[in-house]
């Protein structure tokens, strides 16, 4: 009698799991059965909203989704990130992930959700660089230079960013650490009034995206000492890397990727991620994402969940040695 209760129990568990598996792959092939709404931590207009917006019309053209972006800034990238939580795990709902979130949990202690176990990786979009420039009345022309300066003058310089917990921030952090200096930080809501005090001599120096800059770089109006990339960069052609300069500490990439919340189907994340990586091999798309100064990567969903976790513990470490403090 028992044994038959075992055997009816154990067949139940089996064809309820067979028909978890084909409600599964049902879903897969229906997917999407509505609109997809990208969830993006920045403002429009800046490269993070541009990019989406491009992916998006390609996802809709080629592939004849209904895709949406939608810019929810602030608070180091988590306000987006609550928001695709508090939506199903069916992939309707994608997370513009980005590299300074990954910072998020060291900068938040009271962070309501993990990012490695909320949240499943999809795949990265692309990668870009920073470009560390001064005010040309800064007399260094070099990383180096710039080190000795700050050293013989601790806390009187200053480097602007565009707020707690961005890339401008987080790697003049990162420089500090590498080069034992002292700066200021003075964080800005808005990025072109960070830009302003830099031009004006306010703030000396600043990590800062290429492409917003490179007009200034061209005219004199800013110095460029060395970029942050692994190589030299083709628009900054006569630009020392940090490598170069003898500080490989700071070559920091800011990469974007999407990510679904944990229990979405991994056929739907599959079928994401193909369609993605599909979107990222046109010539269109490549050319554009190149033209703003970034790289287009692609890739599995397991490579980019190992960007992520790598990030997370490096960032975690830069900001607990830092002693960083969110203020706003």
Known sequence: ??????????AL???????????????????????????????????SDIISRLIA?????????????????????????SEVLRQAADGHSLYLMNAPVTAA????????????????????????????????????????????????RPNELAFSSAGYGSPAHLIGELFMQQTGVRARHVPY??????????LNGTNQFMFIAITPVIGLIQSGKLRALAVTAPHRIAILPDVPTAMEEGFPGLVVENWLGFAVKSGTADAIVLR????????????????????MGAEPIGGTAAEFGQIIKSEVAHWTKVVRDSGIEMKE
């Open 1 to 10: 009698m028992k044994r038959s209760l075992v055997r009816i129990l154990a």
């Open 13 to 47: 568990a089996l064809s309820c799991a067979a028909l978890s598996c084909a409600a599964l792959a049902v879903a897969a092939e229906t997917f999407p059965s509505n609109v997809i709404r990208i969830f993006v931590p920045f403002s429009v207009g800046t490269p």
């Open 57 to 81: 019309t390609e996802l809709s053209e080629s592939e004849g989704w209904r895709v949406v972006v939608e810019d929810r800034p602030g608070a180091v990238g988590t306000i987006a990130g």
């Open 105 to 152: 949990p060291a900068l938040l202690p009271n962070m309501s959700y993990d990012l490695i176990r909320d949240f499943a990786p999809v795949v990265r979009i692309s990668t870009s660089y920073n470009v560390l420039v001064v005010n040309p009345s800064v007399p260094a022309k070099s990383i180096a230079e710039l080190a000795a300066l700050l050293k013989s």
């Open 189 to 198: 809501q808005q990025f072109p009034q960070a830009t302003a005090d830099l």
């Open 272 to 291: 994401l991620n193909e369609a993605v990586n599909r979107a990222l091999a046109k010539p269109n798309v490549r050319e554009a994402i190149d033209h």
